[in-house]
C-alpha cells in the first residue's frame, strides 16, 4: 500500500460509509497522514474485524496530522439522491481538516466538488493508506451512530445490520412500519409506504 505525497503539501484520503443502507446516514471522513507517525495495518474497512476497527480508529485519530467526518442525513439522502448526497459529506469533511488538505484522493471513480486538486481511486481503500484510514474512521463513526440508533428505535435490530438491508431488518420493517431514519427513497422502504 502507498503513501503518495501531495506535490509541496499535504494529502488527504476520502471515503465513506453507508450508501447502501435503508436507514441511516452517509458518512464520509477526511484524513492526512503523518509520514513520520504512520499507522501499521491499513486496510478497507470492510476486510478488518469490528474490534481491529475500532482499535485503528483510535491510532489514526491520534496519529493523524488531520482527520474529520462529514455527512449527509436521510433528508437530503431522499431529496438529492444517494451519489450526491455521498460527495457532498466527502466535501463537508474536507472542508473541515485543519490543516487543510492541498490534493485530495478519493475512493471511486466519482470526485466532489473541492477548491484543492481532488482524484478518484477506483479501489482507492485498498491501494491508498490515507484512503483507507479515511475507510476506517467513516465507518466506526457510522456504526457508533448506528448503535446508539438501535435504543431510539428497538426492534430493528440496528446494531446488528447498521441499516443494510438483511433479511431480519426487512421483516422489522413490515411488521413495525418506517422510521424517521428510513430512506424513504429506497425501494424496499417506498415499497411499504406505498402499500401503507
Same mark, same amino acid.
Given at each position: 500500500m502507498q503513501l503518495p505525497d501531495a506535490p509541496g503539501g499535504l494529502l488527504a484520503g476520502v471515503d465513506e460509509a453507508g450508501r447502501g443502507p435503508l436507514a441511516g446516514p452517509v458518512v464520509a471522513a477526511a484524513? =492526512?497522514?503523518?509520514?513520520?507517525?504512520?499507522?501499521?495495518?491499513? %486496510?478497507?474497512?470492510k476486510q478488518l474485524t469490528q474490534?481491529?476497527? +475500532?482499535?485503528?480508529? +483510535? +491510532?489514526? $485519530?491520534a496519529r493523524a496530522i488531520a482527520w474529520a $467526518?462529514? %455527512?449527509?442525513?436521510?433528508? +437530503?439522502i431522499d431529496r438529492i439522491n444517494i451519489l450526491q448526497a455521498t460527495l457532498q459529506a466527502m466535501r463537508r469533511a474536507v472542508e473541515q481538516l485543519e490543516p487543510a488538505a492541498t490534493h485530495v484522493l478519493v475512493d471511486g471513480?466519482?470526485? /466532489?466538488?473541492?477548491?484543492? /486538486?481532488?482524484?478518484?481511486?477506483?479501489? &482507492?481503500?485498498?491501494?491508498? #493508506? #490515507? =484512503?483507507?484510514?479515511?475507510?476506517?474512521?467513516? @465507518?466506526? $463513526?457510522r456504526d457508533r451512530e448506528m448503535i446508539e440508533m438501535d435504543g431510539r428505535y428497538p426492534g430493528y435490530g440496528?446494531? &446488528?445490520? @447498521?441499516?443494510?438491508?438483511? #433479511?431480519?431488518h426487512l421483516e422489522a420493517l413490515q411488521r413495525l412500519g418506517v422510521t424517521p431514519i428510513h430512506r424513504r427513497s429506497y425501494a424496499p422502504v417506498r415499497r411499504l409506504l406505498d402499500e401503507g
Open positions: 484524513v =492526512i497522514l503523518d509520514p513520520d507517525n504512520p499507522v501499521d495495518g491499513l %486496510r478497507d474497512s474490534r481491529r476497527r +475500532e482499535c485503528l480508529y +483510535e +491510532e489514526i $485519530t $467526518t462529514g %455527512r449527509a442525513d436521510v433528508e +437530503e471513480n466519482q470526485c /466532489p466538488p473541492l477548491v484543492c /486538486p481532488v482524484e478518484a481511486v477506483v479501489k &482507492g481503500d485498498s491501494k491508498v #493508506a #490515507a =484512503i483507507s484510514a479515511a475507510s476506517i474512521i467513516a @465507518k466506526v $463513526t440496528l446494531a &446488528g445490520h @447498521k441499516g443494510y438491508p438483511s #433479511a431480519a
